[in-house]
């Protein structure tokens, strides 16, 4: 499992890898920048102030002796002064660039990552969506991501930073006095245990006041979508003692955080400072013995002053580096399901014929059978229908025809292809597929119908939806076919999205079009128009009609009837009434309730119905 | 729970208010107390950050000078450990207590929010989104709750350093403290500029990282459709564009960042040179001392924190007033619809019910001349008369949009007459307590609303005083103690979220359960048993009618056994009665009625015999 993550962080640094090496290059450099202040300030104060001898690196010190030396340099402090600023300037713009290679480098991760995870979900079979839960899976391309990106962007190179900074800060104080440096860092390595250990338990506990944060979040959600409920009986006052616990958990929790945030800071500072006091004190003795000067007072106190931040950071960083592998982890999990796959010699064949299941079995994954030894035929060109009951397996025909899941055994075939060899996306471009709970994505009406068919007109997309019954309420909703739909936009009724959703199929190009209970929502007389628009229109497309309707049925040219995974019936609508059967207890149904009143009723609705 | 950021993610143009801020400071006065305590710990600090070069400052100029040399260290060293023992203190203190401020002020404001919440009426649920008033109490609490804690401490801190500081410097030496001071106001621009920009370049990041988020939600929930379309690659393309978004904005807001830093820092190494320049000039004409010189120096490059501070508090200001206005206009919105203050002195308000003087409930129901019209003006009822008998039971039917649930909303007193009156028992309802008519109501909606706990807290939820026992008495009634049982803990099992765990038709059931365990004057079933399958429909049609019997009841329903045992049943059209009589009467009238019966309830009836639940099971 860990190889694998490494594996994948290695990937994102090896792509972006000049970006995050240069960036190493310019911390490293600016590290060694940030060490060249509190040097010239021990130069000033040593050499040019107290006439102690120069520090400076032999070059350095012959260029200023070129000059005139000390006597030229004391002429002239401004230079001193200047080399600050050139310091911070140059510093200053290795950091600018430090920074930009990063981000530039883990933005680009994260879009990897991004891309990826996106184009992977887009591909996992839908057997993996189906038992995937939305929000955990949103949740690791996000949040994940997230901490993957800020993990590069920020932490990776503090560790950089810190280390180098230790490593520089060791080099340039032991030559000057090995006994300080000791002294200088004896709290160090405690610091850094410190803020590393203790920092764990403030995340643990910022996690327990997270949870109860949701909690409390809930209460309020339910408490607002429930508001009819809590009302009606009368319930604010119990309400509002229930969410007053749930908030003053949450403000308890993070006052439980508060605590240990507080010993965490405090204790951090105190550490530090009295570390900064040690070496102060202990420089000042020695400069009483005469075996430091001013400057080397304050290159310790200002060399131990920069380090302090970054182990204390460096310490922080580590408990969290953890958190960044999980969600490697979590990410990889994604990335590692096995993409759905065509065989190597899927055709693309023409799929006007006969629609033939032989034999087929089917089981979702840990559940039961759902279709058993299922064997029909559809004619080309025909309607068929499909009744049956709950779990009857009626909607699992549809998913199988256009392999979006596969039978365990049998054969599917189209005008004599086993779809199993065929293409899957030729094979979804030439089925049309209409669910009973549509979706539409969060654009105007008008792009969702069109994503069908990016080519067609608005001509072609007006005429689809007319013929879904769709035109008229697009038509006359505020912003026409501007108006957005989909989660951030207006709510359709359910009905409504069936038939955007029926326009939209409408308008690709169909050899066979399934409709898997997808006029359940609208009301029957729009029903029967739709069916009569899609009778005009196309006259040799295969057509499945999956319903509960009786009405909607009767008119195919054949009914099957499904009962626990087999077809226990098939024939006409006539047919089928004539037969005891499932077919016929329904119709029974209708007809005892027609006795009730008028018989002249039962014959009105059978001439609807065959007209 | 979904997101909500682009509801946050307004522009704000407007100018600063300090009305606005005084308010919400009246609103906290429980906390103004530990603000002013974090307030004096920040001086402290501030004043010890100051006063630390010059101690070192002191130890240069008087322990190693040769006349200093036999000075003892010790004193020097128990009051630096002062300094460190009072600066430690002070930042424990401070995170304990502006935390302590943060946190309460939050939770306050959550508890008024709520409260309030609790009291509005539907016409503000109606215009308001759920997702709207969520992120009022999570997001814009916490906004506030942590500029009022947090903000704060930086404001002081900043402040009061920079104060000490300049007058620590003015007092040492004031030609060197000037020339400090004198880069300031460049360092104040450039911070300024800054921070604004990159507050927006980071504003642009979170609006897009919140359509990422949207896309891969979309992406997910519509798989399906995604594959049947073969959309794959197009919506690829179009997500692809996104994170090419995303990576130019988050890299161009990282830029200014990242150009900030070491450009004030350059700014300040001008003060630094400066006063090292001039300072070692002064220390060779022995005007002034090496400790002095490198004071100096150290508060020169510490002079640029306090202005950041400032700088980032002022560019945080504008989302904070935002959030600040959203919340002070939902503590400032008035319900429509209330109780009249003697209503309230008589029978108590929706918190505080004083039952003692309410009447009993006999359930009759008169509707004088009612006429009901949105905010926007439109009409649904317009003198609208009924007349109900207690414990009789009318049906409701007729097309969308006839007025249906707008009859059973005035009932219950979520809304009120916009002309006209609303009798029980004979007297206007408003001159009763919306407490005491809606004890007594018992309601089941069609998309049935659970919440999170178990099964026996969720049929309780009316009563938490019922036993045990009757209120699986009243599951039993409702044919809901089968499934139950069922369950991995059976009446102590959790029903998730909103009772996620259960199906549509389970939730109707317990819902449905729970009103009859409330035990209701008044019964309002609004397509209550929609998603239940034909034989429970059958069971719990006997439980209905017994149920219902001796209450007065409305039920808005398709299903016609439920509609044919109606005493009367209204056929609504256009906000009025259209037809009006027994089922039989009806169909023999040959009329609308008639119609929708023919349409309607036959396939109904033949779905039912397939098994409704699927598609509660399904979804």
């Known amino acids: 499992m860990k190889k694998r993550n490494h594996r994948l962080l290695a990937s994102l640094l090896r792509e972006n890898l000049r970006y995050f090496l240069g960036a190493g290059i310019l911390a490293i450099l600016s590290v060694f920048l940030g060490f060249f202040t509190p040097a010239v300030l021990a130069e000033v104060l040593d050499n040019y102030l107290q006439g102690l001898p120069s520090r400076l690196p032999a070059f350095l010190a012959e260029a200023v002796e070129a000059l005139g030396g000390r006597q030229f340099m004391r002429a002239n402090l401004w230079l001193p002064g200047l080399a600050l600023v050139m310091i911070s300037v140059v510093s200053g713009a290795c950091n600018f660039l430090k920074s930009r290679w990063t981000s530039i480098g883990a933005e680009n991760s994260a879009r990897r990552l991004r891309n990826d995870l996106y184009a992977h979900l887009q591909e996992l079979p839908f057997a993996y969506h189906a038992k995937a839960a939305t929000g955990d899976l949103v949740q690791r391309c996000t949040s994940d991501v997230d901490m993957v990106r800020r993990f590069m962007s920020m932490q990776l190179l503090s560790i950089v930073d810190a280390v180098m900074m230790v490593g520089i800060a060791l080099a340039l104080l032991i030559p000057i006095s090995l006994k300080i440096t000791i002294v200088s860092l004896v709290i160090m390595p405690a610091l850094f245990l410190f803020a590393w250990q203790f920092f764990k338990l403030v995340v643990k506990a910022f996690r327990r006041a997270d949870e109860s944060d949701g909690r409390q979040t809930t209460v309020l959600q339910e408490n607002l979508t429930g508001v009819r409920v809590v009302r009606a009986f009368g319930q604010a006052q119990r309400e509002i003692e229930k969410y007053e616990e749930a908030a003053a958990d949450t403000r308890d929790k993070y006052l439980k955080l508060a605590w240990l945030d507080a010993i965490y800071w405090s204790t951090g500072d105190m550490m530090g400072m009295a570390q900064s006091l040690l070496t102060l004190l202990f420089c000042l003795m020695e400069a009483r013995a005469g075996r430091i000067s001013v400057g080397d007072i304050v290159v310790f106190t200002s060399y131990i002053g920069m380090l302090i931040w970054p182990v204390r950071n460096l310490g922080r960083i580590l408990s969290h580096g953890g958190r960044t592998m999980v969600s490697l982890e979590r990410i990889d999990e994604i990335l590692r399901q096995k993409r759905e796959t065509d065989r190597e010699d899927a055709a693309a064949p023409d799929l006007r014929g006969d629609i033939v299941f032989d034999r087929v079995n089917f089981a979702y994954e840990g559940g039961g059978e759902v279709l058993r030894d299922l064997s029909f035929t559809i004619p080309a060109g025909k309607t068929a229908a499909f009744l049956g009951a709950t779990g009857s397996g009626k909607s699992s025909i549809a998913l199988l025809m256009q392999r979006l899941y596969a039978p365990q055994s049998g054969r599917i075939t189209i005008g004599g292809h086993n779809i199993a060899q065929v293409a899957r996306r030729h094979l979804r471009a030439r089925v049309g597929l209409v669910l009973q709970e549509p979706f539409l994505y969060s654009k105007t009406i008008y792009d969702n119908l069109r994503m069908a068919a990016p080519e067609a007109g608005q001509e072609m997309i007006t005429r689809a939806a007319r013929d879904a019954q769709a035109l008229e309420f697009i038509e006359q909703s505020e912003k026409g076919w501007q108006t957005m739909v989909g989660e951030r936009g207006v709510t359709l009724s359910g009905g409504q999205k069936q038939r955007a959703a029926i326009a939209r199929t409408l308008l690709k190009d169909n050899d066979i079009l399934i409709f898997d209970d997808s006029l359940s929502a609208v009301d029957t007389a729009t029903d029967a128009r739709i069916r009569e628009a899609l009778r005009r229109r196309s006259r040799d497309t295969t057509t499945i009609i999956i319903s509960h309707r009786i009405l909607t049925l009767a008119q195919a040219d054949i009914i099957f009837v499904l009962e626990e995974g087999r077809i226990s019936a098939q024939g006409s609508h006539e047919e089928l009434i004539s037969r005891p059967g499932l077919y016929q207890r329904i119709h029974h149904i209708q007809s005892g309730l027609e006795d009730e009143f008028l018989f002249q009723a039962h014959n009105g609705t059978r001439e609807a119905a065959h007209e | ?619």
């Not at chain 2, 979520?414 to 029980?424: D, K, M």
Request: aromatic share 10%.
């Open chain 2, 1 to 619: 729970m979904s997101d909500f950021s682009h509801i946050e993610e307004q522009d704000y143009t407007r100018k600063f208010d300090p009305g606005l801020f005084k308010k919400l400071f009246l609103h906290m006065r429980r906390h103004w107390k530990k603000m002013g305590f974090v307030a004096a710990m920040m001086a402290v600090l501030a004043v010890t950050d100051v006063i630390l070069p010059l101690m070192t400052r002191h130890a240069i100029d008087h322990y190693i000078t040769p006349e200093g040399l036999s000075s003892p260290l010790w004193p020097f060293g128990l009051a630096y450990l002062g300094i460190i023992l009072a600066q430690v203190g002070s930042v424990f203190l401070f995170i304990l207590v502006a935390a302590r401020v943060e946190h309460h002020v939050n939770y306050d404001m959550r508890m008024k929010g709520f409260r309030k919440l609790q009291e509005l009426s539907f016409s503000y649920y109606d215009r308001t989104s759920v997702g709207y008033l969520m992120s009022r109490l999570t997001s814009d609490t916490n906004n506030l709750a942590e500029a009022f804690g947090w903000g704060l401490v930086d404001l002081v801190w900043a402040v009061i350093f920079l104060i000490a500081v300049t007058i620590a410097m003015l007092v040492i030496n004031w030609q060197l403290a000037l020339m400090v001071i004198a880069v300031v106001p460049v360092l104040a621009v450039i911070t300024a500029w800054f921070q604004k920009h990159i507050l927006k370049a980071q504003r642009e990041v979170r609006k897009i990282n919140s359509r990422i988020t949207g896309a891969f939600n979309e992406g997910i929930m519509g798989v399906k459709t995604t594959k049947s379309l073969v959309r794959e690659d197009a919506n690829f393309e179009e997500f692809s564009h996104l994170t090419g978004d995303m990576r130019r904005a988050a890299v161009r807001a990282a830029t200014l960042s990242a150009v900030f830093l070491p450009l004030v820092i350059a700014i300040s190494s001008l003060a630094s040179a400066l006063v090292l320049g001039e300072g070692a000039a002064r220390v060779l004409r022995g005007v002034i001392s090496l400790g002095t010189l490198t004071a100096f120096v150290n508060y020169s490059v510490q002079f640029f924190n306090p202005i950041r501070d400032i700088a980032a508090t002022f560019a945080e200001m504008q989302r904070i007033q935002a959030a600040a206005e959203r919340v002070v206009s939902l503590l400032e919105t008035e319900p429509d619809i209330q109780d009249s203050p003697a209503v309230v002195e008589k029978y108590g308000d929706n918190f505080h019910p004083r039952r003692e003087n309410w009447e009993e409930i006999h359930g009759a129901v008169t509707f004088e001349n009612v006429t009901f019209r949105y905010k926007d003006g439109t009409e649904v009822l317009s003198d609208f008369n009924l007349d109900v008998r207690p414990g009789e039971t009318i049906a409701i039917v007729g097309p969308t949009g006839a007025g249906k649930s707008t009859i059973v909303n005035l009932l219950c007193r979520f809304y009120e007459p916009t002309a006209g009156r609303i009798l029980i028992d004979g007297v206007d309802y408003r001159e009763r307590s919306q407490l005491w008519l809606q004890s007594s109501l018992g309601y089941v909606l069609q998309e049935p609303h659970l919440f999170s706990g178990t099964v026996m807290d969720n049929l309780r939820y009316a009563d938490p005083e019922a036993s045990r026992e009757q209120a699986m008495a009243a599951a039993r009634l409702v044919n809901a103690d089968a499934f139950i049982r069922k369950m991995d803990k059976g009446y102590d099992s959790e029903v998730g979220e909103g009772g996620s765990r259960l199906s549509t038709g389970e939730k109707q059931l317990i819902s449905f359960a729970r009103a009859i365990l409330h035990n209701p004057r008044l019964f309002v079933l609004d397509e209550a048993t929609s998603s239940v399958d034909t034989e429970t429909e059958v069971l719990i049609q006997h439980a209905i009618e017994e149920t219902l019997k001796g209450r007065t009841s409305f039920i808005i329903a398709h299903r016609l056994s439920t509609i044919r045992s109606a005493d009367r049943i209204l056929l609504l059209e256009g906000g009025r009665i259209a037809e009006e009589g027994r089922h039989e009467e009806l169909l023999r009238r040959r009329g609308a009625y008639y119609e929708l019966y023919t349409n309607q309830f036959r396939e109904e009836a033949a779905g039912q015999l397939l098994g409704r639940r699927e598609t509660a099971a399904e979804a």
